[in-house]
């Protein structure tokens, strides 16, 4: 009955009916509204049987199969209905979908590259790196090798995996590209996720002459998190272009005004050869015994003896310690 709607003369009634079977057709009662949006009996109702498509598609318990029909009337599709079904595609997900969206990014038609480079720009699922990584390299466009890059970066900056994957990913978008901007997205994932592998790979970076600071930053943010949990953090650090030191701590206190706690003890077991003190955690409160002073902003101060002359430093609770050069 709906279905028969479908040629009704009111253009009111057979977007209703779209609607409705867009809300109750079966995966087997798909081809009626793929029909309707790949060779629409009424021009005028396209997008609202695009929309009906799209609920349907959404809602079907079975993705895979879904995205076959999809996958298939896309093929067959004339040009300016094939951009609507991508857009359905990606909202349906999986491996067909993904791998139909990675055809038409590479298709002679420049639309059709447009719309699905930007949807696999925002792919949810890091199944996607592959063919980002493979777009970055080899899209027709820049703008699309750029959009696809950004996605790669955006799947190692969102998605849970060990730090050596993450590293790889990051390795493998630097050698991706020359450009800066993108290069600065990946250091700003090795921050946001540290891991001894990650130090590895900011400090490699920091021989590249337009990303030097923002890489060494990096690698100290990265060092400051990872503490003592890299067995090799001290050795890279030796690369980081801060010069050796002989550093003595003569005293440290941690606390809020009349609230504090001598900690020299165990900043004397941090402090090396640099003027960098790399502790075991990033919380103060961690490394340092306790929290003296709950509720309160903190801060931890150092007076200390560097190649000789007398210093005096205060950071705040859990900033990065570099202690200064006393003049």
Known sequence: MVAKALDHADPVVRRAALLALGETVSLEQLPMLLSEVVKPRHPEDALVAQRALKLASVRMPDRAACATQLASA?????????????????????SEALETLATAAKANDPQLQDTSSRLLGKWNSVRAAPVLLDLAKTAPAEKYRIRA????????????????RRAEMCRNAFAATQRTAERKLVLDVLKLHPSPAGLQLAVKTMKSPELKSDATAAALVIAQKVGGSGANAQKLLAGVGLDKVKLEII??????????????????????DLPLIMLKNQSYNTSLGGDPAP??????????????RSGEASFPENALIILPMPK
């Open 74 to 94: 896309f093929r067959r599709a004339p040009a300016k209905t094939k951009n609507p079904l991508l857009e359905i595609l990606s909202e349906v997900g999986g």
């Open 251 to 272: 005293q440290a206190q941690y606390g809020a005004g009349t609230k504090q706690k001598d900690v020299t003890e165990l900043l004397r077991q941090h402090a090396g």
């Open 149 to 164: 890059l950004r996605g790669y970066i955006g799947l190692a900056r969102k998605f849970a995996m060990s730090g050596e």
């Open 295 to 308: 509720g309160i902003v903190k801060q931890l101060t150092i007076r200390y003896r560097m190649n000789g």
